[in-house]
Every structure is written in C-alpha cells, then in structure tokens.
C-alpha cells in the first residue's frame, strides 16, 4: 500500500522569506501524480500544484515550486516571498495513474507566517 | 457555478442516531469520494464512486454506506453513529481520467456525543 509522509508537523517563517515543506512517499508504481494541498482555517481544501511522475521537470505555479526526486520518492514544496494568506495546513498526497482516482494524503504540515 | 456542495456544514449526533451526509456537484463529473479527517492525520478515504452506478470501498469503510443518486449527488449514511465517528467529513468529485484533480466540498464537522 502507498504512504505519504510529512516529518515536519509544524513550519514557520519571516514574511516574504522562503519556507520549504517536506514530504515522502512509498509506491512500488512508476507512473503516477503527487499534490500539494492547502487547507486554510476555512477548512476548504485547495490545490495547491500538480507533478506527474513521468515528467522531470519540476512543477512550479507562480510563488509555489516542488522539488520532485523520483529516486528518493521526495516531493517538497517551496513557498517563495511567502505572504500571510499562506497561513494554513498543508498537505502532501499521492495518486497512483491506473485504476480508481484514490488520493493517499499525508499527515500535514501547520505553516505559520510571522509578520 | 458552485462546483462541491455539502450537507449540513455542522451536525451533532447522540450514540446510535442515523443520519445521511449529502454532496452533489455542478461540474459534469464522473468520480465522487467521501474523506474523513481527524485531527493530526491527513484525509482518509471512506467510499468512492468512480462512476454513476458503482461504489466501493476505500481505507475506512466500517460504519458507513454510500449511494450515487444520480451523476450530480453521492450520499454518505451513518446507520448507527459512534464517537468514534466524530470528525469532519470531505465530498470530492473528479472528471476521471488520467490527468484529472479532485475538488473538494467545504466539509461537515459531525460530532458524536
């Protein structure tokens, strides 16, 4: 069975610095998607970003960038000039590319920004 | 377009009520999900629907039953509710494909006294 790991249950950082939240994975699949999801205190879950396993080039979506290391199964997010409205719980998860759509979420990193 | 709608957003339950969650999107999708999420622990998967006409089970099914109505709306059934049932409950829905993304309903935080 796949398992999504976050080892850091707690981030915080300086606004406008960058802040790095970490994540691991097992998976026997060679084809597969990983996402960052952002859960604020509204509790709604947003996407965050989007890596394919079978693409090298890292994913990045504007202040938001992934570090994906397919032999090390590690999927990182980067948050550049990071801004108080990126507050929230983060989570890592997995999706593998056959059979049913299931995500795999790990067991979220709380991000706080100090002004 | 109000994309994964829930029902109700709060619920408190006494041991051994019964209640049904409900979720219907507006966006043409196949796939629909129901999570559930403690506190320090990611989303657990309950049931799935990965199309109208069939469910099945995913990590945490005991206790609940699911029904896909129709295309729009999947429904999550509490026969018996425990207090270990108490948590906030996730609707999500997919196209269903290769490339698809799951978006997520706002929640309902059901307590179980």
Redesign the interface.
Known sequence: AQTVTQSQPEMSVQEAETVTLSCTYDTSESDYYLFWYKQPPSRQMILVIRQEAYKQQNATENRFSVNFQKAAKSFSLKISDSQLGDAAMYFCAYRRNKGAQKLVFGQGTRLTINP | NAGVTQTPKFQVLKTGQSMTLQCAQDMNHN?M?W?RQDP??????IY?S?SEGTT?K?EVPNGYNVSRLNKREFSLRLESAAPSQTS?Y?C?S?V?G???????G??T?LTVL
């Open positions: 796939s999900y999570y320090g622990m990611g989303l657990r998967l799935y990965a099945d995913g906030v996730f999500a997919s269903q290769a490339s698809d993304t799951q978006y997520f706002p929640g935080r």
